[in-house]
């Protein structure tokens, strides 16, 4: 069965510090999908990133940068020079429907609430 | 914006009491995934319908029911209410049933039970 452990569970940081939020994974399928949410105060939950399980290739985006690593099951994201508007609480989330993506449904780590004071 | 709309965004019930939830999905998807937000159990999949059919089933309570209608929009149906069924629930929707497609949220609906 797949599951998704998000060890760190509060952090705090002042602005313009950097944070990593850390994610480790199991999932038994060869083929699968990581991805990253965002739930401000407001409670909606916002798509960040997707990353597929044959692409290691990390990536930038603005402030944001993921580190995917499979020989350690690790999908960490790290928000660069953080503000104020970054406080919210981050789900990694695992999706491993396999080839035929039969099984897409997210299974959810339990989140880290990030707080950046100013 | 997501797209997805759901409604009500809060509902205040009594136990033993039956409570319908909403869900409108973004244009163009097909299918809709319905989650349980709550402190304890977090973020968990019900169920997914694909254009009108029910897809997979995850932790849903037989108390409960879903459907998805020939215009694509879904509803929850939760029934015979407890205290512990306070929760948020979401609605997601994405294009169709592959695992690398991005599921796009709405912005809940705030369940609470007296």
């Known amino acids: 069965a797949q599951k998704v452990t998000q060890a760190q569970t509060e952090i705090s940081v002042v602005e313009k510090e950097d944070v990593t939020l850390d994610c480790v994974y199991e999932?038994?399928?060869?083929?699968?999908?990581l991805f990253w949410y965002k739930q401000p105060p407001s409670g909606e939950l916002v798509f960040l990133i997707r990353?597929?399980?044959?692409?290691?290739q990390n990536e930038i985006s603005g402030r944001y940068s993921w580190n995917f690593q499979k020989s350690t099951s690790s999908f960490n994201f790290t928000i660069t020079a953080s503000q104020v508007v970054d406080s919210a609480v981050y789900f990694c989330a695992l999706s491993d429907g396999g080839s035929t993506g039969a099984n897409s449904k997210l299974t959810f780590g339990k989140g880290i609430t990030l707080s950046v004071r100013p | 914006d997501s797209g997805v709309t759901q409604t009500p965004k809060h509902l205040i019930t009594a136990t033993g009491q039956r409570v319908t939830l909403r869900c409108s999905p973004r244009s163009g998807d097909l299918s809709v995934y319905w989650y349980q937000q709550s402190l304890d159990q977090g973020l968990q999949f019900l169920i997914q319908?694909?254009?009108?059919?029910?897809?997979a089933k995850g932790n849903i309570l037989e108390r409960f029911s879903a459907q998805q209608f020939p215009d694509l929009h879904s509803e929850l149906n939760l029934s015979s209410l407890e205290l512990g069924d306070s929760a948020l629930y979401f609605c997601?929707?994405?294009?169709?049933?592959?695992?690398?497609?991005?599921?796009?949220f709405g912005d809940g609906t705030r369940l609470s039970i007296l």
């Open positions: 999932t038994r399928d060869t083929t699968y999908y």
């Open positions: 319908y694909y254009n009108g059919e029910e897809r």
């Open positions: 997601a929707s994405s294009l169709g049933t592959l695992s690398n497609q991005p599921q796009h």
């Open positions: 990353r597929n399980s044959f692409d290691e």
